[in-house]
């Protein structure tokens, strides 16, 4: 058995998705996700232009081979657009492997290590009664572990505030806690760190106040802090016992969090735009996180994120593999299977997608009681419909960007 063909499918349901698909020559198809938000484009034409050709006449059983003839011949290593492309062959493979052994995928990475997956999902509101209405619904859907992202008094726009609760994907103005907005150029968001700081502590206060000391309760700093920032911060929400505070620092500096962690013992995750393990080398052997961030999508696919997570192991250091919209059903089943696999799982993330999405890609996972599991069908269980997929064609999107009061460019 060899790959025939390797197609790169398009499609923007509620939002844009880059997929690959590789046919062997018996017949047997795998997807990958290849989708980097607001750059979908690059990863289209770098899996098109170099990967593609590279595939034809493969051994399609060869995975590890092929990740690592990927990635060195390459010469120019690591980086998004990259490790998304080989990412997206990697899953296509272990899809095609566990078709052909007739198991799902988790099966063949291990088996079971639970019976499914903790998630949290995205409670947000621009003031706490919008925020409580958001955590009840959260809580009404079955979430048992939430974030929490509010407005900030005198910011207009800042990120992880459902804009748009109703969604209508067809209207162009983002839904839910979709950042990306399509149109031709990216939003302007504002941003005041002094006020986000006064502020959020109030927050947590109030959401422990209403919900009781139970519900694990998580939060996202999205990259905007210096490192002191960033531990007060952390010091300020040790009395809400946070799960996690995600991204408190740029993702560039590995050091700032060494003084993060000297101040606060509140958990810290980060990851979501790294992509190998390399990028986790030392934050994980000195112990500056509890939880690594990234995405089967992005970081190399199904064979290197097992790595880096083995590695992390080694220091009890947990999965919290990013999911937002952004990463595809294919993505997320592929997530789901590494999941459940592993001993090390901590928490999955999970946004849902919109009706369209869901009929553009034919799942089999399954979200009861807050918990995932990615189901029993052989492969990774996702399936696009091709048709359905082709009425969405691409809708240029960009993520949005900040500015400080006196106009300088922040950290989004
Ligand atoms: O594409 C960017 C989003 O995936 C990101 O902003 C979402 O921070 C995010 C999260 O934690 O889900
Ligand atoms: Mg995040």
Redesign the pocket.
């Known amino acids: 058995m060899i790959i025939d063909r390797a197609d790169v499918i398009v499609t923007s349901p509620d939002r844009n998705f880059v997929t690959l698909k590789i046919t062997t020559s018996d017949g047997v198809t795998g997807l990958g996700d290849a989708t980097l938000?607001?750059r979908e484009l690059a990863v289209v034409a770098y899996l098109t232009e170099h990967v593609v050709p590279l595939l034809i006449g493969r051994d399609p059983a060869c995975i590890e081979d092929t990740w690592q003839f990927l990635y060195r011949s390459a010469y120019w290593r690591r980086g998004p657009v990259t490790m998304a492309a080989i990412a997206a062959v990697d899953v296509a493979l272990w899809d095609i492997k566990a078709k052909v052994a007739g198991l799902p995928l988790y099966q063949l990475l291990g088996g079971a290590s639970r019976t499914g997956l903790l998630t949290y999902g995205h409670a947000s509101g621009k003031d706490l009664e919008e925020l409580f209405d958001s955590v009840r619904d959260h809580q009404e859907q079955g979430y048992k572990a939430i974030r929490v992202q509010t407005g900030v008094p005198g910011l207009t726009s800042i990120?992880g505030i459902a804009s748009n609760a109703t969604f209508d994907a067809n209207s162009g103005v983002r839904y839910d806690h979709e950042?990306?907005q399509r149109g031709a150029l990216p939003n302007e968001e504002d941003w005041d760190t002094r006020s986000y700081l006064r502020h959020v502590p109030t927050v947590f206060e109030a959401v422990r106040n209403e919900f009781g000391p139970e519900i694990p309760l998580l939060h996202?700093g999205?990259h905007r802090m210096t490192p002191i920032q960033a531990a007060r911060l952390g010091k300020s929400l040790e009395p809400y016992d946070l799960f996690w505070l995600?991204?408190v620092t740029p993702a560039e500096n590995p050091e700032a969090l060494r003084l993060v962690r000297q101040h606060t013992t509140t958990p810290l995750a980060i990851g979501?735009i790294f992509n190998t393990v390399w990028d986790y080398q030392q934050i994980i052997r000195e112990q500056l996180i509890d939880y690594v961030r990234s995405a089967v999508t992005h970081t190399g696919g199904i064979t290197h994120l097992k790595r880096v997570l083995e590695y992390a192991s080694q220091y009890q250091i947990k999965s919290g593999m990013?999911?937002?919209t952004?990463i595809s059903p294919v993505g997320m089943a592929a997530a789901m299977h590494l999941g459940l696999a592993i001993h090390n799982f901590g928490i999955q993330?999970y946004m849902k997608h919109g009706a369209r999405t869901d009929e553009v890609f034919e799942q089999s996972f399954t979200f009861e009681g807050g918990m995932l599991h990615p189901g029993e069908k052989p492969g990774i269980g996702v399936e696009l419909n091709e048709q359905a997929a082709a009425a969405h064609p691409y809708a240029q999107a960009y993520?949005p960007y900040n500015r400080l009061a006196d106009g300088t460019v922040h950290d989004w």
């Open positions: 938000n607001g990120y950042p990306a996202d999205h995600e991204d979501e990013h999911g937002p952004d993330e993520l």
